[in-house]
């Protein structure tokens, strides 16, 4: 039977248990160039016992960043210092993950600990681009560009070219951000995608960009290695975009190629009240699983090493990502295992063997 510690294999691709650390912004990057923190941070992780690392959202244009910090693969400059990180997690047992992102309407912003409002350009923001000309409001106040046609084309390119140099970095896991009120979030609900062309209206034409960004990326992305999607399962708002509606695009995925959908929720509308409980996804990754028929991961508040391992055990999700916990705990893989009576398959890295 599955369990926390049983090896998942995804195409070619084996996680050494179900253990994932969630994609975390650092805001330590410059000109989207990740440095010594990106190895120290996910390096530690995967030494800490992790299956799975997944690097941060990481920008597919200059003006995809959330923040002037966030990481980037828009050019080639970026590579090799993610190339570093991948080798490093790779010698330590861990599958290298990146999560390619656009941040649409939310981008432009300072980094969380200066406040996380819109920068004006004098302050070193820009004008954020979105699929229609609404702010999200609370502080990320500034109006975006509506995308016209080229610019939609031009970010979707934008995301093939960042898959490429993701495949030369040496990751082996693709995930394609769609949650958490950025660009391809943004197009999906109707909250904030009030275009009348291809592109906005009914569910097939606000699915219209993200189907055509997977479609596109798998066609670089090869066969032989994961692609998956983060999706916020809900909106968590009357007239938003519902989990019903992510059990049909999930189904969609699955067509294009997708091999597993990562479920979140929320991001997207600031008035939204998220009844954020321990696990509170995981039924969102159940019904994925169960009426798409595809491979799940599931996110948020999962702390506890016997929380993490029903929810495998009982065949909820494929996956279990922590956040905040790895933060607060490097080495919860390690501490889980025994926990959970498995410290056989997972020992610690032999530096740290007395300790264990
Ligand atoms: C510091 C920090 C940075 C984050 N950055 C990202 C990100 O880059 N991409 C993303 O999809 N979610 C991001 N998140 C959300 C987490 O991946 C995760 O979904 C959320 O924290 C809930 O999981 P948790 O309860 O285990 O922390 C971030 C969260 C934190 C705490």
Redesign the pocket.
């Known amino acids: 039977m599955a369990h926390l510690f049983a090896p998942l294999t995804l195409k070619t691709v084996t996680l050494r248990n179900r253990i994932g650390v ?4 650092m805001y330590a990057a410059e000109d989207g160039v990740a440095n010594d923190w990106h190895l120290v941070h996910l390096g530690a992780r995967a030494a800490g016992g992790a299956g799975l690392v997944i690097a ?2 990481t920008a597919v244009a200059p003006e995809g960043r959330i923040t002037p910090g966030c990481a980037g693969l828009w050019t080639e400059k970026q590579l090799e210092p993610l190339a570093r990180v991948t080798r490093f997690l790779k010698q330590h047992g861990a599958v290298p993950g990146i ?1 390619l992102a656009h941040a649409g309407r939310k981008a432009a912003a300072a980094r969380p600990w200066e406040g996380g409002a819109h920068l004006s350009d004098a302050a070193g923001g820009w004008t954020p681009l979105g699929p229609s000309a609404l702010a999200y409001g609370g502080g990320l106040d500034r109006v975006p560009r509506e995308m016209s046609a080229n610019d939609i084309a031009r970010v979707e390119a934008d995301f093939v070219a960042a898959a490429k140099r993701a495949l030369a970095a040496g990751y082996e896991w693709l995930e394609l ?1 769609s ?2 009120g950025y660009l391809a979030h943004e197009f999906l609900s109707p909250l904030s995608n009030h275009r009348t062309d291809r592109y906005g209206g009914n569910f097939e034409n606000r699915i219209r960009f993200l189907l055509e960004t997977t479609r596109a990326v798998r066609g670089v992305w090869p066969e032989r290695l994961p692609l998956t999607v ?1 999706l916020s399962c809900t909106d968590w708002v009357d007239g938003g975009w519902t989990i019903d509606e992510s059990v049909e695009l999930a189904r969609r995925l699955r067509a294009e190629g997708v091999d597993l959908i990562d479920c ?1 929720s929320g991001g997207g509308v600031h008035a939204a009240k998220v009844p954020a409980a321990p696990g509170f996804h995981v039924p969102f990754a159940e019904r994925i699983k169960r009426e798409a028929g595809i491979a799940t991961a599931v ?4 702390t506890e090493p016997k929380q993490a391992d029903a929810i495998v055990r009982e065949g909820r999700a494929d996956v279990v990502l ?4 790895l ?1 607060r705990d490097p080495n919860w893989p390690l501490r889980a295992a025994r926990e959970l009576g498995q410290a056989g398959v997972l020992p610690p890295p032999p530096p740290y063997a007395r300790a264990w």
């Open positions: 969630s994609p975390m912004c941060e959202a999560q951000h949650a958490h983060r979140s996110v948020g508040l999962i922590l956040a905040r916990e933060l």
